[in-house]
């Protein structure tokens, strides 16, 4: 009984050094044991070079999706009150020839709301593509076992058997 406790304490502490790696729900931020990290500060937390890769992907999706997306929210924004305000029309008189003209200006407002909307169309799905590769990025991370200097040694001695554990 003593040496089956033993035993467990043993892998007890051994799974007690693995680190999870958790991601706040906004996506910015990612915690590592208990210490909360920016996501700028990836590359001295990560090990795995794929996770590094994948949230380099993400990070630089989403910073596309953010330039795109405050793009369209001005073009919708400049647009929609020109779109949404009288006519431009007038009457405009002529001194050379003394007549009375109308005239009707034609009105950018709607081209400009359906830019913005296309490009904010376009800025959502990279927005997601974004968050997803950096959700795989901290899964491939949490999931990297990096080569360690821990090691289980059996020996074998004249009275019987030893087990130690090296660190």
Same mark, same amino acid.
């Given at each position: 009984?003593?040496?089956?406790?033993?035993?467990?304490?043993?892998?007890?502490?051994?799974?007690?050094?693995?680190?999870?790696?958790?991601?706040?729900?906004?996506?910015?931020?990612?915690?590592?044991?208990?210490?909360?990290?920016?996501?700028?500060?990836?590359?001295?937390?990560?090990?795995?070079?794929?996770?590094?890769?994948?949230?380099?992907? *993400?990070?630089? !999706?989403?910073?596309? +999706?953010?330039?795109?997306?405050?793009? %369209?929210?001005?073009?919708?924004?400049? =647009?929609?009150?020109?779109?949404l305000?009288?006519?431009?029309?007038?009457?405009?008189y002529?001194?050379?020839?003394?007549?009375m003209?109308?005239?009707?200006g034609?009105?950018?407002?709607?081209?400009?709301?359906?830019? *913005?909307?296309g !490009?904010?169309?376009? +800025?959502?799905?990279?927005?997601?593509? %974004?968050?997803?590769?950096?959700?795989? =990025?901290?899964?491939?991370?949490?999931?990297?076992?990096?080569?360690?200097?821990?090691?289980?040694?059996?020996?074998?001695?004249?009275?019987?058997?030893?087990?130690?554990?090296?660190?």
């Amino acid at each position: 009984m003593k040496k089956i406790s033993i035993l467990f304490t043993i892998l007890l502490f051994c799974f007690s050094f693995s680190q999870q790696i958790t991601l706040s729900k906004s996506g910015r931020r990612f915690e590592v044991s208990g210490v909360e990290y920016k996501m700028s500060e990836y590359k001295q937390q990560f090990q795995n070079p794929a996770a590094k890769s994948y949230i380099k992907d *993400g990070r630089g !999706l989403k910073t596309t +999706a953010n330039i795109i997306g405050f793009a %369209g929210g001005i073009l919708i924004g400049a =647009g929609l009150p020109n779109a949404l305000s009288e006519k431009n029309s007038g009457i405009y008189y002529n001194a050379d020839t003394g007549q009375m003209i109308k005239f009707k200006g034609k009105k950018p407002g709607w081209t400009f709301v359906g830019l *913005g909307i296309g !490009l904010v169309a376009v +800025a959502v799905p990279l927005a997601i593509i %974004g968050n997803k590769k950096v959700k795989k =990025g901290v899964q491939a991370e949490n999931s990297f076992e990096p080569k360690s200097q821990n090691y289980y040694q059996f020996n074998f001695t004249g009275d019987g058997l030893a087990l130690s554990y090296n660190f």
